[in-house]
């Protein structure tokens, strides 16, 4: 449904606009996506009667329609494409959006200093999709070994992100911070004690605590 695609634009123009620290445009755009998301049938005209959609969002709609896509959306979407790719390298370091912009606005991060490397990481990877995947992979390979990682840190790894993997997490089982052993022929647990060896578990089975080990 048209619906459907206008929504999805106006959404991500929205997100687009908020990256490049654009004011009140981002707010119009989420207003008119979330009419056409109430609207039951498909809208074919008297657009401006649509609630949320003003004369400027209205000619993006006519716009839709009669090309396909919009053109502020396209262009948008290039303009931003470093901008993405430096935000979801924050976002995977669990530094949102608004994060970032304050502690850019406060030096406490000097963004201009990762926009070179996402700029050579998207003409790498040939579309933003394929940088946050790449980025994805070595975040997750990373934090699994508790290192930390980069934009660089793409670079150096690209010929191995098919073999990264995160480092399996594996819990065992604790009794009062003794590990703890299951014997299968006697169907026991035993807390293995540095002064006393192997001790039979007398307790309950949720006095057991499960720690992850990496």
Known sequence: MANHGLMKIFNEMAELLEIKGVAFKPAAYRRAAASLQKM???ISSDFEKIPGVGESISKKIKEYFKTGKIKDYEELKKETAIQQIVTYFFETKGVNLDELKKS??????????????????????GS???AKEAITKVAEWAKSRNLDYAIETVFKKWLELDRLKPKEVVKKPFYRDDPMIWSESKKKWYVVSPENGWLEFAGKESEIEWKIIK
């Not at 850019?104 to 003409?123: G, H, W």
């Open 128 to 130: 933003i999709e394929k």
């Open 40 to 42: 039951e049938k498909n």
């Open 104 to 125: 850019a606005r406060n030096k406490k991060i000097i963004y201009s200093r990762f926009t070179k490397p996402a700029k050579q990481l998207l003409e790498l990877a």
